[in-house]
């Protein structure tokens, strides 16, 4: 890290990527109807302010609020093939990537970057639900192999924040394929002795929920998120059943051992850090560390910097044993190797 990396660039960045401000300054809470003003949700973290509901908080939003001064690089991912099936629905595939990609300014489903939070490194990929419901198609793919990489090359940890409505329907059996892929690429993290801690928000179902979504040392979700392979209407008309209350929701799995902490967004970057600190063998973070970057970071897409960030992070101790797993439940999960 350092001046340039830490400070131009995401002022670079923050002035190109800038988006204009959204028409509509008013969003209705789809749990209890209040109406938000958009900066007010924005400051905190698309919560609402009135019900606490956890509402969709796109990749970029939620790094600027995780990272230290807001501050991140992003990691490369490899471009896969595009429309290798010449998929077409009511839509040509192309033309809904071309879509989705205006509607959000993202490339893909998937954001991979890395930096320090509260001073301690890690990498960390979040899945955008905003563009095709988050749907893992080759670039997900890619792009947790890609962070899988980075973090064994820098010894760092991995967190990941799972979204998606499953696989990519337009890419056929090669989405299907990246449930394997990326079973490999967090094999590769379990291998090396480095943390991989998922963070499930609302909705991860499918193919996601079938593979790297489930496989984390560390299962976290957020409040409410809804969790699951199949959802709860395809089970009702399947076994003509009315459901109990809460099913699939985070806080009946965590009842139920599926998971290991439910966790309001508020409070994920502290409880990441201590994770994360306890896992690498690292002492605990200082008090000073923790504040999250600045309030306003989270309120506008782009990563703007508050100052960068000094002084060298301590570096995470080399060869520390594999983490003792969290739960009995990693003795349920697939074994890795295909
Ligand atoms: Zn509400």
């Known amino acids: 890290m350092n001046w340039i990396s830490n400070y131009v660039r995401p002022k670079i960045n923050s002035l190109f990527s800038r988006r204009e401000v959204p028409e509509n300054l008013w969003t209705k809470c789809p749990e209890c109807g209040t109406m938000l003003f958009h900066r007010e949700l924005a400051d905190n973290l698309n919560v609402c302010t ?32 595009i429309d290798p099936l010449q998929f077409r629905d009511q839509k040509k595939y192309p033309d809904r990537m071309r879509a989705a990609q205006k509607a959000t300014g993202e490339k893909e ?11 301690t490194p890690m990498v960390v990929a979040a899945q ?14 890619n792009a947790i192999i890609a962070a899988a990489q980075r973090a064994v090359e820098m010894k760092r940890p991995l967190v990941l924040f799972s979204a998606a409505g499953g696989a990519r ?9 990246q449930m394997p892929r ?21 909705p991860t179902t499918g193919g996601v929920t079938a593979s790297y979504a489930m496989l984390g040392d560390v ?17 009702e008309q399947t076994i003509r059943e009315t459901l109990p209350e809460g099913f699939q929701r985070a806080e009946y799995l965590l009842d139920h051992g599926m998971l290991d902490r439910v966790t309001h967004r508020k409070k994920l970057r502290e409880e990441l850090v201590t994770v994360l600190r306890l896992l690498m063998r690292q002492p605990p973070a200082v008090a000073g560390d923790l504040p999250a970057p600045r309030p306003e970071a989270a309120a506008s897409a ?21 983490p003792e797993k969290a739960a009995p439940k990693a003795a349920a999960k697939p074994a890795a190797k295909p």
């Open 50 to 81: 009135s019900c606490d509901h956890h509402m969709g908080i796109t990749p970029r939003a939620r790094f600027a609020a995780l990272f230290d001064g807001g501050i991140f690089t992003e990691v490369k991912v490899p471009e896969p093939l």
């Open 219 to 235: 299962q976290i979700a957020e409040p409410n998120a809804l969790i699951c392979f199949a959802g709860p209407r395809v089970i």
């Open 302 to 322: 782009p990563a703007a910097p508050a100052e960068p960030v000094a002084g060298p992070a301590p570096a995470p101790e080399k060869g520390a044993p594999a």
């Open 169 to 177: 329907m337009q890419e056929g059996i090669l989405s299907l394929m």
């Open 182 to 202: 990326t079973t490999v690429a967090v094999q590769m993290l379990k291998e090396a002795g480095l943390p991989y801690v998922v963070v499930l928000t609302h």
């Open 128 to 141: 955008d639900f905003s563009f095709m419901a988050g749907s893992m198609g080759m670039y997900v793919g």
């Open 109 to 119: 489903a998937m954001l991979v970057a890395e930096g320090e939070i509260a001073r």
